[in-house]
């Protein structure tokens, strides 16, 4: 078998089972720190209920004197279409897709079926998928004309939202030489100054354990260090073994993994911190509810390659500024 010929098509359910839905969903998709919304009703609504203040009252024998409802925010996501195609070569595509298979220790060398094949193909399509919606999610802005420009991310958003007043983001900048700052506290202390600059709203939410601090690599890193030189032998030991995840003050603390793309694009910060609640920010697939959304893998013979397609909808946004801190470098002006 020297190339993969048999082309497959998804729509409808099986679009939804057995593509997008084990994608967005499980330990990989809670691990990015965000609310995801899958095929949810077309306008998706981000929603948030704030609990109702004092509704005790003295007790009488009779009558009705109702209290004000619990506050409702909403907001809804703007969905993008979105296209991604990948061409491989044979050869190329083969070899991957092989290589999958192999690595599975149940696998069956000696009679690989067409759902073999299938399940390898799909998980490598869906691999690619994820991490330019995860890149997107975040970096996305659509006046670009190059990269990561089919949906508006959460950085341009929340960055064009930070102000003074109390419905603004509160930003506190990062010094460019943030990285070769030999204060050994210095990215405690961007966490410290993120956590005294939230609303007193975000910081009501800490108990219900939903607060997170979404940070860029750089951050992260040099946190992780500082938490190296406390003499302590838990500190030790996390630093042979590593550590499955860092907090600050009982709040996770993120590494969304974007600097790679980051210092491709000058338009926006290179390092951020974001305080917030998961459910304040959300990314929106939707494969039910519009047409011509499907996945398409086929092998061109004129071309000899392998090629790949999906059409779908998403996109992302955030709900309340009040729920949101954040601490950011400086964008060089005509960058």
Do not use: H
Request: net charge negative.
């Amino acid at each position: 078998m020297a190339k993969i010929e048999n082309p497959k098509s998804y729509t409808g359910r099986d679009l939804e089972t057995i593509f997008f839905r084990p994608m967005l969903t499980g330990p990989d998709a809670t691990s990015l720190g965000i609310k995801i919304m899958y095929n949810m009703p077309v306008p998706t609504t981000l929603q948030f209920w704030k609990r109702a203040g004092d509704i005790l009252q003295k007790y009488t024998a009779s009558g009705w004197n109702g209290g004000s409802a619990a506050t409702k925010y909403q907001k809804s996501i703007q969905l993008s279409k979105v296209k991604a195609e990948v061409g491989y070569s044979a050869d190329d595509y083969f070899n991957m897709v092989y290589e999958l298979i192999t690595n599975r220790s149940d696998v069956n060398l000696d009679d690989l079926s067409g759902t073999e094949l299938e399940a390898a193909e799909t998980a490598l399509f869906k691999e690619a998928i994820a991490e330019s919606i995860r890149a997107t999610m975040w970096l996305g802005d659509t006046s670009r004309s190059d990269t990561l420009n089919t949906f508006d991310g959460f950085l341009k958003r929340l960055t064009a939202d930070i102000g003074s007043t109390d419905t603004d983001i509160k930003n506190t900048t990062i010094p460019a030489s943030f990285t070769a700052n030999s204060d050994p506290d210095a990215a405690e202390n961007l966490l410290k100054q993120v956590w005294n600059n939230a609303s007193e709203l975000l910081k009501a939410f800490k108990p219900q354990g939903n607060l997170v601090y979404l940070v860029t690599s750089d951050i992260y890193a040099k946190y992780e260090e500082e938490l190296d030189k406390v003499v302590l032998e838990s500190a030790y030991l996390a630093k042979q073994n590593g550590r499955e995840g860092i907090s600050y003050r009982g709040i996770p603390v993120v590494d969304v993994q974007v600097s790679a793309y980051l210092s491709t694009l000058t338009d926006l910060p290179q390092s951020f911190i974001v305080l917030t609640d998961r459910r304040n920010l959300a990314l929106a697939v939707n494969t039910a509810d519009f047409p011509g959304t499907e996945v398409r893998m086929w092998y061109n013979p004129d071309q000899m390659e392998n090629r790949q397609r999906a059409v779908f909808m998403a996109g992302c946004d955030y709900l309340l500024p009040e729920l949101v801190s954040m601490a950011t470098t400086t964008v060089t002006a005509g960058a």
